[in-house]
């Protein structure tokens, strides 16, 4: 096998994003998806990526001072190859992103249907195991949260 090192000087990665997120309205979670996505996706563009907590309903992406995305602005949240789009036009113009690259000028993100129905997003920890030969155990647990339709949401205890 061939390995190949790449070393790259923090003078040519000298982009930074910034990812305003209301601490109120509870998206850290979200905030922090976005930003390991924005990370992998532009490992060898991005020198400095900020989480910045702030109040009042905001969620705001910065690339390089330049807002490229506001939630009240737009109404609603950027699907994850929209900031890809829209970060990518301002930290590295002539880079391909594959199948989530836009078709002419266009977005290829599309609204999500949405249901009139009243939910709930309750927190929950999702867990996952495994034995392996010989009896060991083998897991991982993750954070999240669900929607739950609000008549479910309270579950309730067998008696």
Known sequence: MHYEAR?????????????RYCTQCRWLLRSAWMAQELLTTF?????EL???PVTGGVFDVYANGKL????????R???ITEL???VRDQIAPGKGLGHADRKGSQSIAQPLPTTHEPVSVVPALFSAYSVRPGGQMQGAVAVGVVALPQASATPQMAA
């Not at 070393?7 to 990812?19: A, G, P, Q």
């Not at 490992?43 to 020198?47: G, M, N």
């Open 7 to 19: 070393w790259i000087s923090m003078e040519t990665m000298s982009n930074k994003v910034e990812i």
């Open 43 to 47: 490992e060898q563009e991005i020198a």
């Open 50 to 52: 900020t989480l910045q």
């Open 77 to 79: 949240f950027p699907e």
């Open 84 to 86: 890809k789009q829209l």
């Open 68 to 75: 490229v995305w506001s939630r009240k602005k737009a109404g």
